[in-house]
């Protein structure tokens, strides 16, 4: 598995609480690639994040029921999909989140303080990626909605991380490459060990750095 799947792994393993589940629940839906009235769909690599979404729907919505697909891949990390089509099960899940398209603002009101880095977290398993610090270290969210992508922006900036972003195509990418943000924010979503695995990395590179003089 890559680094980018196996820190999603991480951060999906420290999701317990129903309140944990609707915040990262909350995040994964509004930054979904498709996001509609008739029509919801999200996908993924990780398997961590697959079984935790099915948990967190029957958590915190029973009524919406997803239909999983799976697929194998030949040389690629396995895929599930999932989808769902029902009406009356689509509106329960908007009901809940107060989500009212086609507009993708969230209302942190519906969340208690500490779990705004669950939220914070569903939408990165959803949509971003990191490389690993072996290679050109960076972080980036990719998002469907200029509001959400501003929206992550404030919550890195008020403990510190200050994001860029930039515009590619029709996607808004918040993104993260000097070394200490990054291990910052995984830290924020969960990823401790992904982040002090950089920190090792950094402190192994300095300490190579250092020449002593023989007295």
């Not at 329960?92 to 779990?115: E, G, H, W, Y």
């Not at 990719?142 to 200050?162: Q, W």
């Not at 490459?177 to 979503?189: G, M, R, V």
Request: aromatic letters at 10%; one cysteine or more.
């Amino acid at each position: 598995a890559s680094f980018s799947n196996q820190t999603k792994t991480e951060i999906c393993g420290e999701i317990h609480t129903k309140d944990q589940k609707f915040a990262f629940l909350y995040g994964a839906l509004l930054s979904a690639r498709q996001l509609h009235s008739n029509s919801i769909i999200l996908q993924t690599e990780c398997e961590a994040f697959a079984n935790l979404f099915q948990s967190a729907v029957r958590t915190v919505c029973s009524k919406a029921v997803f239909d999983t697909e799976f697929r194998s891949r030949e040389k690629k990390l396995p895929l599930w999909i999932f989808s769902c089509t029902d009406q009356t099960a689509i509106a329960a899940l908007l009901d809940t989140f107060q989500i009212v398209l086609p507009n993708r603002t969230a209302n942190l009101s519906l969340m208690k303080s500490t779990a705004f880095s669950a939220f914070a977290a569903g939408i990165f398993v959803t949509n971003g990626s990191v490389a690993s610090p072996d290679k050109d270290y960076h972080l980036e969210i990719v998002f469907p909605d200029a509001s959400l992508c501003d929206l992550i922006g404030l919550l890195l900036a008020n403990i510190g991380i200050e994001a860029k972003t930039i515009t590619r195509k029709h996607d808004h990418v918040l993104y993260l490459k000097q070394n200490e943000k990054i291990s910052d924010a995984l830290t924020y979503f969960g990823a401790q060990n992904a982040a002090l695995e950089e920190v090792f990395r950094r402190f192994a590179g300095q300490a190579g750095d250092l020449s002593f003089e023989r007295r």
